[in-house]
């Protein structure tokens, strides 16, 4: 989620497309921040917090896991369209 975000907000910037974005030394912050999303996903789990707790009605893990499904498809979608369109999407 925090990806899409981020590479819409460049967009919209600087004018970069994605491709541009991770040739431009891009690739460097996914690797950190992936190591660190990785690392902070594990804390729950060392405090005794399974994957099917339920949170509230809301915020549970079933929508963790929906919303990052979609970010996931945004991202590839974005990725996608510039890629055929030859430039940034906005």
């Known amino acids: 989620m925090l990806g899409f975000v981020s590479a819409i907000t460049v967009e ?41 707790a339920k949170a509230s009605k809301f915020w549970n893990a079933d929508a963790e896991v929906w919303n990052g499904r979609a970010a996931m498809v945004g991202l590839i979608a974005l990725a996608v369209t510039e890629f055929f369109k030859g430039g940034p999407l906005v």
């Not at 600087?14 to 690392?39: A, M, P």
């Open 12 to 52: 919209l910037t600087r004018g970069e497309d994605l491709f541009i974005q991770i040739s431009n030394g891009g690739y460097k912050w996914f690797v950190w921040t992936s190591i660190l999303f990785t690392l902070a996903s594990l804390i729950p789990f060392s405090k005794g917090v399974g994957p099917g």
